[in-house]
């Protein structure tokens, strides 16, 4: 008798333990289906602290228009486009906008990415800084200076190109590796002996803190910006991607039409003053466009020349990035 009992108590147990391991599997699929539908429902947005688009987040007209086709948008914001990347290198991401060097890095560490979209270039938006009283009047002044960056974003292309073009090594400078609010503070304290940045953290800086341009991107680097997708939501949500084309090209011709009025709509947006975005947004140039042969060239030498300053670990062919056109 105790023996049949302990073999239906084995039996019993094989069967809750089977019932068990089938509820276990079914909530798994379950859970991984929802975080399938979502990731299919959702684009996920990465920007900065300046962009057009901080005008579309700002506006709304993305969610309207995404909302016919189910998709939802959640938006994240960065402090510059290497960390930005590396978001939508390990799957944090769909999308973003970045200056042209970081996608080189990021591609060179393998991130799935594909080059979407990009805008005219706009050398006049970044440049390398000094304070008001430095004594450093010329490119070959910075010979030992110390210098703050954010590494990998696109000033640090231009100040590569500087240098280069006045007769100095990348090797001839210190550089501090930096986001721009402690390469800011860095600069205000007197830590680093100039400073290379973008807009709008470069026009404020000219207006807060009185910084001195010592040369800007003019004969030097095109300074594009580009929007980038991975490479599988890009194969996958080409209905998606359109929508934002158009949503994007309308957000930019409205500021480009609407300067004052745009400055003085992102300024709350971004927490930043409308004196300082009348500055950038005069001096920015306008209109999304498709991506070319001529970009990815263009690409194509930054990388050869980061590779060669042992700045990424290996060769790239930036055409392996380029969106497939639709047939």
Not at 159 to 170: F, P
Request: charge should be negative; hydrophobic fraction near 40%; charged fraction near 25%.
């Amino acid at each position: 008798m105790a023996s049949k009992t302990a073999k239906l108590t084995i039996v019993t147990i094989s069967i809750l333990f089977l019932v068990l391991l089938s509820a276990c599997s079914s909530e798994k699929q379950s859970t991984e289906k929802t975080q399938t539908e979502k990731a299919a429902n959702t684009i996920r947005i990465g920007y900065q602290k300046f962009g057009t688009l901080n005008f579309l987040k700002a506006q709304g007209t993305l969610e309207k228009e995404l909302k016919s086709l189910g998709v939802k948008v959640e938006w994240t914001e960065f402090p510059g486009g290497p960390q930005l990347l590396e978001a939508l290198n390990v799957g944090s991401l769909d999308f973003g906008h970045t200056g042209e060097a970081p996608p080189i890095f990021a591609q060179a560490a393998g991130a799935p990415l594909v080059y979407f979209a990009n805008e005219p270039e706009n050398p006049k938006g970044e440049a390398l800084v000094v304070p008001k009283d430095s004594p450093i009047k010329s490119i070959k002044d910075l010979k030992g200076k110390k210098i703050a960056l954010n590494k990998g974003s696109n000033v640090h292309y231009l100040l590569v190109k500087a240098l280069e073009k006045n007769g100095l090594k990348y090797e001839d400078v210190e550089t501090a590796f930096l986001p721009p609010s402690d390469a800011r503070a860095a600069f205000e304290k007197g830590v680093v002996d100039a400073w290379v940045i973008w807009d709008p953290f470069l026009a404020e800086a000219e207006r807060k803190i009185g910084a001195r341009i010592l040369f800007d991107g003019t004969d030097l680097v095109k300074n594009r910006e580009f929007f980038l997708a991975t490479v599988s939501f890009a194969n996958e949500n080409q209905e998606v991607l359109e929508v934002l084309y158009e949503e994007i090209a309308k957000a930019e011709q409205w500021v480009e039409g609407n300067k004052k009025e745009a400055a003085e709509f992102l300024a709350p947006q971004i927490g930043m003053e409308k004196e300082t975005l009348d500055v950038v947004l005069s001096r920015r140039s306008y209109g999304i466009q498709n991506i070319t042969e001529r970009e990815i060239l263009d690409q194509q030498l930054i990388a050869n020349k980061f590779f060669e300053l042992k700045l990424i670990p290996k060769k790239i062919d930036t055409s392996e990035a380029k969106i497939q056109s639709k047939e």
